[in-house]
């Protein structure tokens, strides 16, 4: 048997174990363990499992924050007493329930020359009158701040 075309199928199945690990993951933090062994494999053994779950502490380095909590929706950057800060935000949204009445100003057409009136009160030709519907409304649910890539402060919302 020739070893060249076995050598080829043992990668190729192997090559689609691997991208079949990379769709099977559920969560968004295997995604990135999977797609980022390098940086995990540097952390402590206590920081990975705290990124396993999602959670950061002090002291943490930039790269398993990233692991952690993904990339931030904002940066900003700053220094305080010469050292460099960097600020990461992470953005949520909360649903709000909102309410909207619609009315219109026209003229013409079937009430003449009334501006905005008709005979049944307003006249609501462009958008249907009274309506309810949600909206999200983005908020800052995570803030992490870090001197020389380190944590040094964190406020989380609760979950």
Known sequence: MNKIPLLRVIL??????AAGMLTSCTSPIERRIVRNPQ???KL????????SRGEI?????KEAVFLALGRPD?????????????????????????????FGVGTGGWYGSRFGYGYGGLWDPYWGGYGSG???????????????ERVVKYLREPR
């Open 39 to 41: 940086l995990y494999e």
């Open 134 to 148: 949600v909206s999200y409304i983005p908020y800052p649910s995570t803030v992490v701040e870090f001197r020389a």
């Open 12 to 17: 190729a199945a192997a090559g689609l174990a």
């Open 57 to 61: 502490r002090e002291g943490m380095t």
């Open 74 to 102: 904002h940066v900003a950057e700053g220094r305080e007493r010469g050292a460099r800060l960097e600020r990461w935000t992470y953005l949520d949204s909360r649903p709000v329930q909102t309410t909207s009445i619609g």
């Open 44 to 51: 402590s053994a206590s920081d990975r499992g705290l990124v």
